[in-house]
């Protein structure tokens, strides 16, 4: 609650003098700065900085980023970009320790990767809940821009549900409900934490969206999914059906026969596709996979999971105004 009380004595002004002069407005500041530095404080002994070089055509290229430890004996988050194709790394700890570290698995379309230190009684951070952040919402990054190890920023959450365009190879994909801050991010602030005031991790810094706006990806019960696979499996498999499609308000009947009043707008369909095999067309709206309702293309991608690979999966579609079931066997997303 210390960024509330902040913001509150900035409204009121205060006393006869206004601003932060009087003691109610350093009270407040001391507050916040309190806040900031209670998590920096916590948050930096869990935050390394990586050292990463690559082999390429023209020599070996170094690189740099952050990483965030999870786990005591040794696993570390950061993002997908910040490592590449590297098998190895080096991460140095905030008390001086360098650490050799693997890469135990990237997710190129989440823009996540594990690692795992060569060491033990590490310093786990927690991790959050980025669902539960609000627009205004004090946040901290912590990271290494610039290969100043442990830099502290701070700001607001200033957009949520924000989307950041990914890529490996040839497929495009999406990272959905994507954090936008406004705390200070540069060169080096890549696979860093981005956290509440109580110091819970609720993002993976991973991009600069433009002056004074940095993005990171959520963590949220999708990408907590994703790491456990890197974790045990080293790669996260997804479910594929071959279609391109976008958001689309329900026609009043079947937003009232559904009780919601959003679909997902079949808008191409991929040749030679589960989707096609299956006589999916353009113009279908998908309000169903096996039960599950879909009113988001997030929702899409959430069912889209290794379970449902080679199994016959029911889609609940709407079209011309009928409702119909139509079964496909989605296949494995090859990357």
Request: charged letters at 20%; one cysteine or more; aromatic letters at 2%.
């Amino acid at each position: 609650m210390a960024e509330l009380t902040f913001v509150d004595a900035m409204l009121r002004g205060g006393g006869e003098n206004g601003g932060l002069g009087d003691a109610v407005g350093d009270e407040a500041l001391d507050s916040y700065s309190r806040t900031v530095s209670a998590v920096a404080e916590q948050l930096r002994p869990s935050v390394a900085s990586l050292r990463v070089s690559r082999r390429s055509r023209r020599g070996s290229i170094e690189g740099g980023g952050s990483a965030v430890i999870v786990t005591p004996d040794g696993f570390l988050l950061t993002s997908a970009h910040v490592v590449g194709r590297a098998p190895a790394c080096e991460a140095t700890l905030a008390d001086g320790r360098t650490l050799a570290v693997q890469v135990v698995g990237a997710d190129p379309l989440s823009d996540l990767a594990v690692l795992r230190a060569d060491g033990s009684a590490l310093v786990a951070a927690e991790l959050g809940e980025a669902a539960r952040l609000r627009v205004g919402q004090l946040v901290v990054a912590v990271g290494n821009p610039h290969g100043f190890g442990g830099s502290v920023t701070a700001g607001v959450v200033s957009a949520l549900g924000r989307s950041l365009p990914t890529r490996a190879g040839s497929v495009v994909r999406v990272v959905d409900n994507v954090i936008q801050t406004d705390a200070a991010l540069n060169p080096g602030n890549s696979g860093g934490a981005l956290a509440d005031s109580a110091g819970r991790v609720v993002g993976i810094n991973t991009a600069v969206a433009g002056i004074g706006l940095g993005l990171a990806v959520p963590i949220n019960d999708t990408t907590r999914r994703i790491v456990v696979a890197l974790m045990r499996e080293g790669r996260f498999r997804r479910a594929y059906v071959g279609i391109a499609g976008g958001p689309r308000p329900l026609p009043p009947r079947a937003a009232a026969a559904l009780g919601r009043a959003s679909a997902v707008e079949v808008v191409e369909i991929v040749p030679g596709s589960p989707a096609e095999r299956a006589g999916l067309r353009p113009e279908d709206l998908i309000v169903a996979i096996g039960g599950a309702p879909v009113t988001s293309v997030e929702d899409l991608h959430a069912l889209m999971t290794a379970d449902v690979i080679g199994a016959e999966v029911v889609l609940g579609l709407f079209r011309g105004g009928r409702q119909l079931a139509v079964t496909l066997v989605p296949v494995e997303l090859e990357l």
